[in-house]
């Protein structure tokens, strides 16, 4: 039995990305949720629309629930064929927390959230297997203002150690209030997508040498999307910012291309490193 699964799929675009899977995927679908009340409410919303997902909880900011439901999966079934890293936060522009509280939380969630969740996912995957990172718009590397800071990011041999370690001087200097004139830019959301992408490269590197054959992971900016996280001002519904990710979650058995790529919501890769930054979709 194939298994996949979506983070964050209570709500949002990671709702709309469990439905089409129920729809589309030949398998299991499970969408999990930190909150189990607010999951088991999504659950029966799709139920209610003749759809047949299963429900865990996961909270991708505790290390204890993402081995539990680790264990839980190589327990039930033994393997993972789709994993859809779609949960994570972000601060609204009027949020009054000291700016270095903002950076490590968010930092904390969207990158070591998906690089935990990953660690201890990934040695389940079975042959064939997709992943999806949720990026953004502002997980493209020209987001970052300093050149010397791109640099580092754009390193062929960059480790997940060395990414973390940029990443946590990112929270440290925003704790210090000295990220803009590091070159970090005023965003932490950025800083964290920027992050998420990167890692999307060196896993797709790591895939490339594994002896399972043929996984595949992409980056991908889902478009703006009318969710809680835009405060609804997105333009696109949920279904229609779960048409890129869901693509990338059901690429066919040897795909050639997209793998390790930063796709955007029209399905296309984006130069990360170059540009352009497309418009929205
Ligand atoms: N909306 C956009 O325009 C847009 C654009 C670019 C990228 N994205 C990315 O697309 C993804 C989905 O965004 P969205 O707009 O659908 O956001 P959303 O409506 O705010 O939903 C976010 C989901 O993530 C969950 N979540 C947050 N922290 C979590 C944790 N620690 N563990 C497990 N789940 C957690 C939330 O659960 P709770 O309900 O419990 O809070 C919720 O289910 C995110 O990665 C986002 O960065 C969105």
Request: net charge neutral.
């Given at each position: 039995?194939?298994v996949?699964v979506v983070t964050g799929?209570?709500?949002?675009i990671?709702?709309?990305i469990a ?15 930190r909150?189990e009340t ?9 139920k209610?629309?003749?759809?047949n997902?299963?429900?865990h909880q996961?909270?991708i ?6 081995q539990?439901f ?8 033994g393997?993972?064929?789709?994993l ?8 609204k522009?009027?949020?009054t927390?000291p700016?270095g ?19 201890a ?18 997980g493209h590397l020209?987001?970052i203002?300093?050149?010397n ?11 997940e150690e060395?990414l ?5 001087e990112?929270?440290e200097?925003a ?7 590091e ?5 932490a ?13 060196i896993?797709q590197?790591k895939?490339?040498?594994d002896?399972?054959p ?5 980056a991908v ?5 009318d ?5 609804h ?8 910012g779960a048409?890129?990710p869901?693509?990338c ?7 050639k291309?997209p793998?390790g790529?930063?796709?955007w919501?029209d ?14 979709c």
């Amino acid at each position: 039995m194939k298994v996949a699964v979506v983070t964050g799929g209570n709500k949002g675009i990671g709702f709309a990305i469990a439905r089409g899977l129920c729809e589309k995927f030949d398998g299991t679908v499970y969408l999990t949720a930190r909150d189990e009340t607010r999951g088991l409410k999504a659950i029966e919303e799709l139920k209610k629309n003749g759809l047949n997902p299963k429900f865990h909880q996961l909270d991708i900011d505790n290390l204890e629930s993402i081995q539990r439901f680790r264990d839980y999966i190589k327990e039930k079934y033994g393997g993972l064929d789709v994993l859809v890293n779609n949960a994570a936060i972000a601060y609204k522009n009027a949020a009054t927390e000291p700016f270095g509280e903002q950076a490590e939380n968010t930092v904390r969630v969207n990158y070591f959230g998906v690089l935990e969740t990953c660690k201890a996912l990934f040695p389940l995957l079975r042959p064939r297997a997709r992943v999806v990172n949720l990026s953004s718009s502002a997980g493209h590397l020209l987001r970052i203002p300093g050149e010397n800071l791109r640099k580092k990011f754009v390193d062929p041999n960059l480790t997940e150690e060395q990414l973390s370690e940029l990443m946590k001087e990112f929270v440290e200097s925003a704790k210090k209030n000295t990220h803009s004139e590091e070159g970090w830019g005023n965003s932490a959301y950025v800083v964290s997508k920027v992050g998420v992408t990167a890692l999307t490269f060196i896993q797709q590197r790591k895939f490339d040498c594994d002896e399972r054959p043929d996984l595949v992971v992409n980056a991908v900016h889902p478009g703006y999307v009318d969710t809680d996280m835009t405060s609804h001002k997105g333009p696109l519904t949920i279904e229609e910012g779960a048409v890129a990710p869901l693509h990338c979650a059901l690429l066919p058995p040897g795909v050639k291309s997209p793998r390790g790529k930063y796709i955007w919501c029209d399905k296309k890769e984006v130069d990360w490193i170059s540009g352009p930054v497309p418009s929205q979709c």
